[in-house]
């Protein structure tokens, strides 16, 4: 299929917004947007971070997702608490696939549910004594832990409970950090409020701990890796590159990442930021209080690879600069070879995005690399800054849509006929069942590491795997099917 002109495009738009009430018609309209390169911010052209409207199907998380599920649940040492009923705990446990090194029970508890498990007498008296019991049994049980976190769900905000107090009298009693984070889920539009509720529960509780300590050794080439979460083992593939050109990282935020790292945060040269909208309030908090530059990186795809270790070698010196091209050129052979084995077999194919956090512009780059192109992109909870860093990613004329509903991205898939989706797992299903070859953008599909050059390998053969299956020639969609001529007979 041809690539579609503007106009195509904003008629395609109007078509599926013709479903809809005039009302929701003309709210959902500000959230579908033809790209438009020449714009240098998005708020001309889409708008974002706004809530859902109810009655429509959305991808979203909530709050808690954003801060237990996202920022604070993969640091490994440390035991998170979901203060609240059961089931909010027990659905974001262990989801995203956070790689760790360490001996869960033991030293690590990432894989781990730890719930104060409310009942209705709880909501009615209040969880303050029993979140207090729960830290007191943490601590006999587990006594290796290095900090907890007080995840706070919804009932907590609607009750009242003091999760400060609790924790500042737990941490005086144990001598540990004890940080309350008041996630609770109905606050904010979407996980992304609970990112930011995170960060600035960090930066409360847990930076200004360690201000003024100088005990911990420096170098002129540390750096920390924030908002790169170690799905599937990325953060490892990332810090490899790093060191390799010559920097010491010193702090993971958070994928296989403790407490103590983040705490000596405040001490390296410069912050690399992966996933921007998840990290990107703490990293401006450290450059006002500490004076530590940040800057974005992307590392899917050579490509943008290559980019990325030029740009961050561009702040230190030429020992860093050299490593940054040695290492590039180390790498040389071996991406080439992967581009030559696969870029035959996906050249030309037509991809559409729906993703979270950075994904939506960051993997385009590796696509292109594989000669694939990206025909339609958007994010389940991005703000306006988002939308300014992808549109000059994505070409003039492709399609963008914001909080998209499982209506209009079902339709929008059926006009523009991409040769491979790549979202999440709530619609991973709706899509095969179309005959549509998919990947699941958020966890790699239990594959990966997609970042580094050994990642893009990885992401290249998953692709190739993907959209060349010879199942998807034999699928039909069982509404599709051809009915038998005759009634099938009862057994006698």
């Not at 989801?95 to 730890?114: D, E």
């Not at 020992?319 to 052979?333: D, S």
Request: proline share 4%.
């Amino acid at each position: 299929m041809p690539a579609m002109t503007r106009e195509e495009t904003e008629a395609l738009i109007q078509e599926v917004l013709e479903v809809y009430p005039e009302k929701a018609k003309n709210d959902r309209a500000k959230h579908l947007a033809v790209n438009d390169q020449s714009l240098e911010k998005a708020n001309k052209c889409i708008t974002s971070n706004r809530k859902s409207l109810p009655g429509v199907m959305t991808i979203r998380g909530c709050a808690y997702a954003g801060s237990k599920g996202v920022v604070w649940g993969p640091i490994k040492d440390m035991i998170h608490i979901s203060h609240g009923p059961v089931g909010c705990g027990q659905y974001s446990r262990a989801g995203r696939r956070n790689y760790y090194v360490g001996t869960t029970g033991v030293n690590t508890f990432g894989t781990m549910n730890f719930t104060s498990d409310f009942q209705e007498k709880d909501i009615v008296f209040g969880g303050d004594k029993k979140l207090a019991k729960l830290i007191d049994e943490i601590e006999v049980l587990f006594p290796l832990n290095k900090g907890i976190s007080i995840q706070s769900e919804c009932p907590i905000g609607l009750i009242g409970d003091d999760i400060e107090a609790v924790a500042k009298m737990k941490k005086k009693e144990h001598g540990k950090t004890v940080v309350p984070v008041r996630c609770e889920g109905f606050r904010g539009v979407s996980q992304s409020l609970g990112h930011h509720i995170a960060n600035d529960a960090i930066r409360d509780w847990v930076l200004e701990a360690r201000d003024g300590d100088d005990s911990f050794p420096t170098t002129p080439y540390d750096v920390a890796v924030i908002g790169d979460y170690n799905i599937g083992g990325d953060a490892w593939a990332s810090r490899t590159l790093l060191e390799e050109m010559g920097l010491r990282v010193v702090a993971q935020w958070s994928g296989d990442g403790t407490i103590a790292e983040i705490e000596k945060t405040p001490k390296v040269k410069l912050n690399l930021i992966h996933c921007y909208r998840s990290m990107n309030y703490i990293a401006r908090h450290m450059e006002e209080k500490y004076s530590i530059p940040w800057i974005e990186y992307n590392f899917f795809g050579p490509t943008k690879i290559a980019e990325s270790l030029r740009r961050i070698a561009a702040h230190f010196d030429d020992t860093i600069k050299e490593g940054a091209e040695r290492v590039i050129e180390r790498y040389k052979a071996e991406y080439e070879a992967v581009i030559a084995k696969y870029r035959p077999r996906l050249e030309g194919k037509r991809v559409m995005l729906y993703v979270g956090g950075l994904r939506p512009r960051h993997v385009i780059g590796a696509y292109e690399d594989l000669g694939m192109e990206v025909v339609g992109t958007g994010y389940e909870f991005a703000h306006n800054d988002d939308y300014d860093r992808t549109i000059k990613e994505m070409g003039n004329a492709t399609l963008l849509y914001d909080d998209v509903t499982g209506y209009e991205f079902e339709e929008f898939v059926k006009k523009i006929q991409p040769d491979l989706i790549g979202s999440g797992i709530k619609e991973k299903y709706i899509f095969q069942k179309m005959g549509i070859p998919f990947r699941q953008m958020h966890s790699w599909d239990y594959s990966g590491p997609y970042h580094g050059f050994d990642g893009f390998a990885i992401f290249a053969r998953d692709m190739d795997m993907t959209l060349n299956n010879p199942c998807w020639k034999n699928i039909k969609a069982p509404w599709k099917k051809e009915t038998a001529s005759e009634p099938v007979k009862a057994a006698a």
